[in-house]
């Protein structure tokens, strides 16, 4: 892995860090000493919600106009009314 010390991580750290997203880390050192290691950022996938992913965690009466407030509070709760 490439070691540089300070100044040269200054003066160059657009080429340094379009070459570390790229896929070459490298280590930033002050007095020969490393201090950091500087490398792409791997953000985590979100997740995605699927279809389907609730089925059969609940029901859905057929006439959904006809249930009451508690009812749908009831049928999101999980509770069977």
């Given at each position: 892995?490439k070691?540089?010390?300070?100044?040269?991580a200054?003066?160059?750290?657009?080429?340094?860090?379009?070459?570390a997203y790229?896929?070459?880390?490298?280590?930033?050192?002050k007095?020969?000493?490393?201090?950091?290691?500087?490398?792409?950022?791997q953000?985590?996938?979100?997740?995605?919600?699927?279809?389907g992913?609730?089925?059969?965690?609940m029901?859905?009466?057929?006439?959904?106009?006809?249930?009451?407030?508690?009812?749908?509070?009831?049928?999101?709760?999980?509770?069977?009314?």
């Amino acid at each position: 892995m490439k070691q540089v010390n300070i100044y040269e991580a200054k003066t160059n750290l657009s080429a340094l860090v379009d070459k570390a997203y790229k896929g070459s880390p490298f280590i930033i050192a002050k007095s020969g000493r490393p201090m950091v290691k500087v490398e792409a950022y791997q953000a985590q996938p979100t997740k995605s919600t699927r279809l389907g992913a609730m089925k059969g965690k609940m029901r859905v009466p057929k006439d959904i106009k006809a249930v009451s407030h508690d009812e749908i509070i009831a049928l999101f709760e999980g509770n069977d009314s």
